[in-house]
């Protein structure tokens, strides 16, 4: 099993950065292929960014592709979001996964642990 503890989250103005991280323990990390998702409010919970098991391969929701960077930290047991350019829909509680495969998939119904989320607020 692994356990995931997600930090980072925060208000910040429109056009603001943030960086979210996304500590692991437990089983081994390198174990694990990571994601992101989101929820905002009275929306369903939606995919962000993955990162394959290795750190190689990296995918975006068109809605953030440009803006926001998953990568991961072997030695440090981490993986982390950076979001640039934020906007108000970017607002939503942020949750990393994890998914024991070589590579991350889209649905968050593959993922098998959850952190239990970070708020993330974007102000006008």
């Known amino acids: 099993q692994v356990q995931l503890v997600e930090s980072g989250g925060g208000l910040v103005q429109t056009g603001g950065s943030l960086r979210l991280s996304c500590a692991a323990s437990g089983r081994t990390f390198t174990t694990y292929a990571m994601g992101w998702f989101r929820k905002a409010p009275g929306k369903e919970r939606e995919f962000v960014a993955r990162i394959s098991r290795g750190g190689t391969i990296t995918s975006y929701a068109d809605s953030v592709k440009g803006r926001f960077t998953i990568s991961r930290d072997s030695a440090k047991n981490t993986v982390y979001l950076q979001m640039n350019s934020l906007k108000p829909e970017d607002t939503a509680v942020y949750y990393c996964?994890?998914?024991?495969?070589?590579?991350?998939?889209?649905?968050?119904?593959?993922?098998?642990?959850w952190g239990q989320g970070t708020q993330v607020t974007v102000s006008s």
């Open positions: 996964a994890a998914v024991d495969a070589a590579r991350a998939p889209i649905s968050q119904y593959e993922y098998g642990y």
